[in-house]
């Protein structure tokens, strides 16, 4: 299993971003997807999941301005930021739990500040 974010950058608060995570190795679109995020001295934390059949789930902090959502053809993973805030910078990756395990992409990092 492979899993490749990208889509990161630096950006100005109130700004916005798309990430992208290119997925191979396994059945996508059988597969619930996540976003997780981890800020420099912080743990790592959930931002959002997709199951398979489209459902979405979003942590408190980015309800409203992220949204996460799937292209089962292309294997790929998005999620929009809006009203990106410097509280959001981090380091994105994505996720899937899968044969008994967890796997994760390399991340891509978000910068909001000024």
């Known amino acids: 299993v492979q899993l490749q974010a990208s889509g990161g950058g630096l950006v100005q608060p109130g700004g916005s971003l798309r990430l992208s995570c290119a997925a191979s190795?396994?059945?996508?679109?059988?597969?619930?997807m996540s976003w997780y995020r981890q800020a420099p001295g912080k743990e790592r934390e959930l931002v959002a999941n997709?199951?398979?059949?489209?459902?979405?789930n979003y942590d408190d902090f980015v309800k409203g301005r992220f949204t996460i959502s799937r292209d089962n053809p292309r294997r790929t993973v998005y999620l929009q930021m809006n009203s990106l805030k410097p509280e959001d910078t981090a380091v994105y990756s994505c996720?899937?739990?899968?044969?008994?395990?967890?796997?994760w992409g390399r991340g891509t990092l978000v910068t909001v500040s000024s």
């Open positions: 996720q899937v739990f899968l044969r008994g395990r967890n796997f």
């Open positions: 997709i199951t398979s059949s489209g459902s979405t």
């Open positions: 190795g396994l059945h996508f679109s059988l597969n619930t």
